[in-house]
């Protein structure tokens, strides 16, 4: 990974986010902190959380960048329990002085003017979808489900290439549209998911996927976790990661 666990930087980013109709930060100092390799959180100076939504609730608590007390979140009549950590000015700590919110307990997120789902972006991450011409064939239980020569590849950094498929290359009598939703940081909100009639949820769509993905718009893609997917003629290894 390109950041080590305990790494703190600044976020070039403006980061604003609400709950409910009440902007709860709204800041252009945010610190990237990485608890964890795999992607940061952010850590947000005092003086940008709007005044009067953090209530103290009296604990301290450990954390990865050393004590903090835990805090509520109060705004738009709505009040959310343990969403808050707060580190003092005054203590030894790479993010003193600054509030780290749960992801969670706020309802919406924005990097600039772009909305962000699930968690924060790795800034160290990037994902690219890649118009194709490699034969794709997608099948299950001896079932082809999707084949096409027109594929769009999407690569992120360290993990395995997605294949989006076009809609009319998509066998859709063996594939029955589920209620499923799922969420990516880099991707949006699914618009779509299915199922056959054995297997749950093996496929899915973005229909307004974000900017830097756009390509992907409306095509379907496979979880390789559960189907067979041949790319030119080679069975690719099933992942075990999830899909991004």
């Known amino acids: 990974m390109a950041a080590a666990k305990g790494r703190v930087e600044p976020c070039p980013r403006r980061v604003r986010a609400w709950l409910g109709g009440e902007l709860v930060v709204d800041t252009t100092a945010a610190r990237y902190g990485w608890e964890f390799p795999f992607y940061p959180q952010l850590y947000l100076p005092w003086s940008d959380v709007t005044p009067g939504v953090l209530v103290d609730e009296d ?17 738009d009549g ?23 919110l749960d992801w969670k307990a706020l309802d919406t997120w924005f990097e600039e003017d772009e909305e962000v789902f699930v968690h924060p972006r790795n800034p160290y991450v990037r994902v690219d979808a890649l118009r194709s011409r490699r ?18 590849m999407l690569i992120g950094t360290g993990l395995p290439a997605r294949t989006y498929v076009p809609r009319t290359d998509v066998a859709w009598e063996h594939l029955v549209a589920t209620d499923t939703v799922s969420e990516c940081p880099y991707k949006g909100t699914t618009s779509g998911y299915w199922s056959t009639a054995s297997h749950q949820d093996v496929a899915w769509s973005y229909q307004f996927p974000t900017l830097a ?29 999830r899909h991004v």
């Open 135 to 152: 034969h794709v064939r997608v099948s299950l239980d001896g079932v082809t489900l999707a084949e096409t020569s027109t594929p769009v």
């Open 213 to 241: 993905v756009a390509l992907i718009a409306g095509l379907v893609a496979f979880y390789d976790e559960r189907v067979d997917t041949w790319v030119d003629g080679v069975l690719q290894a099933r992942p075990r990661t």
């Open 59 to 75: 604990r301290e608590m450990p954390t990865p960048f050393g004590r903090a007390r835990r805090h509520a979140l109060r705004a």
């Open 78 to 100: 709505q009040v959310r329990p343990h969403a808050a950590r707060v580190h003092d000015l005054d203590v030894d700590s790479p993010v003193a002085g600054t509030v780290r």
